[in-house]
């Protein structure tokens, strides 16, 4: 007679969680399911699945859940206990000086920065790989995935105090580490142009890229996540436009809409949108018709013998594939990454006189200042002040 199953004990606090998170397995990286379940709380899953049910992006809630789990996992072996909601600011404190340090004085005082026993016990659960500080950039993202969390469970935390401003400045200011840029090169027009040129063949692989980097570049240098993600049921054709509007006997240009939905920068109830006119349009339809595409993922596999398939490029493929375009036309491809097509689009737009706000709503970037460094730069070089010693 065979004896019956044991059905896991429904008490196991840690397998209830993993069964949760089994309803976000279409947008977490499930490869590391069980060790979020370890991480997490019963209210941390309850407050990711509300996140998703209330339509948070997929790369938004990837990186909280990432940013929940370091936390957690940092909080209970720096005080022993799980974040605490709202986070008092004593502990946000501790988070910064914990990350942002300075390694000339970690060398005359071992006790300076993150104590060795929280850095074993990160490096041990496998959240900790680097050595020295953290970059200023993931100290201020976990601080703000951090802030989104306490917001969304209804209360209010210390982010905006002064003494954590302060402790951030005075920490980044000490710890004396450049700015890191996500690419070190922008792919402005005349890089743009050397990548098409690798693009020039007939196969079927040549049309997609070819699409891919003009619709990146020219829809105001979009993101890779939303390359990706496009869709065919995202494209909207319009009426064709003349190639200069203030002529009417100017030739008429395709024109289509590509609408967006809710990007990195735009809140729920936005539907961002942005215009692709002319070249752009007529390399996203010939790919499109190539690869016979009729609904689903703009963007596809290819795979060895020429075959599309069903499934959407990652964001990881459309940052090799500029990489790679890089290589074939004989530039460095740790020079450049997917998101200098983003910086590309602003620099290009202010070095052919682009006004500001026209390329922001193209872009669809949300701080002016951030927008307005490429134009800086673009008039320091073009200007007469750095030409005195010509």
């Not at 990454?337 to 202010?350: I, K």
Request: aromatic share 4%.
């Amino acid at each position: 007679m065979l004896e019956p199953k044991t059905l896991p004990s429904p008490a196991d606090p840690v397998l209830a969680r993993a069964e949760e998170l089994d309803v976000l397995d279409a947008i977490l990286p499930f490869a590391r399911r069980d060790q979020l379940a370890t991480l997490l709380t019963d209210e941390d899953v309850a407050t990711l699945k509300h996140l998703a049910k209330e339509g948070m992006g997929e790369n938004t809630l990837r990186a909280l859940a990432s940013d929940l789990g370091y936390l957690e996992a940092w909080c209970e072996l720096a005080t022993g206990f799980p974040l605490p909601w709202p986070a008092p600011e004593s502990l946000l404190l501790k988070f910064v000086a914990h990350h942002l340090w300075d390694p000339v004085e970690r060398a005359d005082d071992p006790s300076h920065g993150m104590p060795a026993e929280i850095e074993t016990g990160l490096r041990a659960q496998g959240l900790l790989r680097a050595h020295g500080p953290h970059a200023p950039d993931t100290v201020r993202r976990r601080l703000t995935s951090w802030s989104i969390l306490t917001r969304w469970r209804g209360l209010r935390g210390s982010f905006s105090a002064p003494s954590l401003k302060t402790a951030l400045r005075l920490a980044v200011r000490a710890g004396g580490r450049p700015r890191q840029r996500k690419s070190k090169r922008s792919v402005t027009g005349d890089v743009l142009a050397k990548l098409l040129a690798a693009c020039s063949n007939d196969r079927l692989v040549d049309s997609r890229d070819r699409a891919l980097l003009l619709t990146a570049f020219a829809s105001g240098g979009r993101r890779r996540s939303e390359i990706a993600s496009l869709r065919i049921e995202d494209l909207v054709d319009e009426e064709p436009v003349h190639a200069d509007p203030k002529n009417p006997a100017s030739p008429l240009l395709p024109c289509l809409t590509i609408n967006l939905g809710r990007t990195k920068t735009t809140a729920a109830e936005d539907r961002a949108h942005v215009i692709l006119i002319g070249r752009p349009v007529e390399a996203l339809k010939r790919w499109i018709g190539e690869a016979k595409i009729e609904s689903g993922p703009v963007f596809r596999r290819i795979d060895q013998w020429g075959n599309v398939d069903r499934r959407a490029l990652t964001p990881q493929s459309v940052n090799l594939i500029v990489k790679s375009r890089c290589k074939q036309a004989g530039l460095d491809p740790e020079m450049f990454s997917a998101h200098g097509l983003r910086s590309g689009y602003l620099t290009e737009a202010a070095n052919r006189g682009v006004p500001l706000q026209e390329a922001m709503q193209q872009s669809l970037h949300k701080s002016v200042a951030q927008a307005a460094s490429y134009y800086n730069n673009a008039e320091r070089k073009n200007g007469r002040a750095a030409r005195l010693m010509m």
